[in-house]
């Protein structure tokens, strides 16, 4: 059996009147991400661990973001797309670890909705998906609430 290890970075501008959606959880928040999709940084970091593992390029060259196709499109669609692609290659996910950083809202009460909505998209148990949250403690982008940003690494096998 082959194992493969995936790693993946995305970031956001936070604005106001944007929405704000992580793990494809809709955030009461005053600030969302400005993006031509979603703006799902966790889902997208996601989707970069699971096509690095994979050496299926990644989400820009997959999704791009200068296409009318994938304008406002709900990340988790493209997190299906990804999986479908991963088993077309014969691969399956053992675990993917993700953290998402920013500085407000407080999220840690949110992450099991995280959990259970990536579960079923990505058809693996809860107990396979990691999700934490930190601020920066104020410093940077993330801790002036200019932008957000998530990290996911994953592994997968082949077989």
């Known amino acids: 059996m082959k194992i493969r290890v995936g790693f993946g970075y995305d970031v956001h501008q936070l604005k106001e009147v944007e929405s704000?959606?992580?793990?494809g959880v809709n955030i009461n928040h005053y600030k969302g991400t400005v993006a031509h999709s979603d703006g799902d940084v966790l889902i997208h970091a996601i989707c970069d661990a699971l096509l690095g593992a994979a050496n299926l390029r990644d989400i820009g060259v997959l999704f791009p973001d200068n296409s009318d196709e994938y304008k406002n499109i709900d990340s988790k669609i493209l997190l299906k797309k990804t999986i479908e692609l991963l088993k077309e290659n014969s691969y399956s996910i053992s675990n993917i670890d993700s953290t998402i950083c920013?500085?407000?809202?407080?999220?840690?009460?949110?992450?099991?909705?995280?959990?259970?909505?990536?579960?079923?998209?990505?058809?693996?148990?809860?107990?396979?998906i990691s999700i934490k949250a930190t601020t920066t403690e104020?410093?940077?982008?993330?801790?002036?609430?200019?932008?957000?940003?998530?990290?996911?690494?994953?592994?997968?096998?082949k077989g």
Do not use: H, R, W
């Open 20 to 23: 704000l959606v992580l793990g």
């Open 102 to 128: 920013l500085q407000k809202p407080k999220i840690k009460d949110i992450i099991p909705d995280m959990q259970k909505i990536l579960s079923s998209v990505m058809n693996i148990s809860i107990n396979d």
């Open 138 to 157: 104020k410093l940077g982008f993330v801790g002036t609430e200019e932008g957000i940003s998530a990290y996911a690494v994953c592994l997968i096998e």
